[in-house]
């Protein structure tokens, strides 16, 4: 289990990551959503020992990172796919690890197999690989002490389709087996196939921590879109009973606030005829940018 309390970290006068909370459970693939700059990255090598918080306190199963001996089987993590020494092989790279964590050699085998790095590929030094396959040496890496709890940041640049795929399927499993698998991205159309609960943040402060389906529907309500060729004389009774009408096309109307069984009944009523009626919801991707909306600007503003 992961657990995030009143966790701050300031860089001078800027404020990275301001007073955020949050628990992320076994058993679960959570999603870690922000934008750019939301402070998703500060918040990971916080719970890692990497940096040092200003106020509060990040727990991986009741403990700082730092009291855990032998680290790798404690916590596997992947921050940055770039940070392996390029000279080196990626079993070489394994077996660094593995010695440092008391982890069995063969255990490095099993890995590099379990991500689809090829006996020619864990020959090769790393600094020719592609960042698709950093990313799954990255994985291997975090996957080597068998831990009971893995985070991934950004996991998915990089992969081709196929690639993407296999990752999906490999959080889900190690969700199913009863580990904490905490992954973060700033695109929701990523965490929308991969991860069933999310932790969402802008500006450094906590926006949402809930399921995925809890989060959708703090998007937009759903717009009703209703065609008839009275359309004109139908968007007056719509809005005297206080719906928000916008015409589409001469015959099409897009319905805020009113349900479209409403919308059938008030057209029947008065007698006007209905080609089309349906009900469009807003898109996970939607609900994300209404609800990060101002830390786009914010960390927009933090680049200038």
């Known amino acids: 289990m992961i657990e995030v309390e009143q966790l701050t970290k300031r860089y001078g006068p800027t404020t990275a990551v301001r007073e955020l909370s949050f628990t992320v459970r076994p058993g679960h693939v959570t999603g870690f959503l922000g934008p750019n700059g939301a402070g998703k990255t500060t918040t990971l090598r916080m719970l890692l020992g990497l940096v040092e918080p200003s106020g509060g306190t990040a727990m991986v199963s009741g403990h700082s990172f730092r009291r855990h001996p032998r680290g790798l089987r404690h916590v596997g993590a992947l921050l940055d796919a770039h940070d392996v ?122 926006i949402a921590a809930e399921s995925l389906t809890e989060f959708a529907a703090r998007g937009t309500a759903p717009t009703v879109t209703v065609r008839s060729p009275h359309a004109g004389a139908l968007a007056v009774v719509l809005e005297s009973e206080g719906a928000v009408v916008a015409p589409y096309d001469e015959e099409t109307l897009k319905v805020d606030g009113v349900s479209a069984v409403r919308v059938g009944e008030l057209a029947h009523e008065h007698r006007f005829p209905v080609w089309e009626l349906a009900t469009q919801t807003a898109s996970l991707e939607t609900a994300f940018m209404e609800l990060t909306a101002d830390s786009v600007e914010y960390a927009a503003g933090e680049t200038r």
């Not at 390029?86 to 890995?111: K, M, Y």
């Open 85 to 206: 020494h390029g000279g080196r092989s990626a079993r070489a790279h394994l077996h660094a690890l593995a010695r440092s964590n008391r982890i069995p050699r063969a255990r490095v085998d099993e890995v590099l197999a379990e991500v689809g790095l090829t006996e020619a590929a864990a020959r090769r030094r790393v600094g020719s690989f592609s960042l698709g396959m950093k990313q799954r040496l990255g994985i291997a890496a975090a996957l080597l002490g068998d831990p009971p709890v893995l985070m991934f940041d950004e996991p998915l640049n990089g992969l081709d389709p196929e690639g993407v795929l296999w990752v999906r399927g490999l959080f889900r499993r190690l969700a199913h087996e009863g580990r904490t698998v905490f992954v973060s991205s700033h695109l929701m159309s990523e965490m929308e196939n991969t991860a069933d609960e999310l932790v969402v943040i802008g500006r450094g402060q906590l």
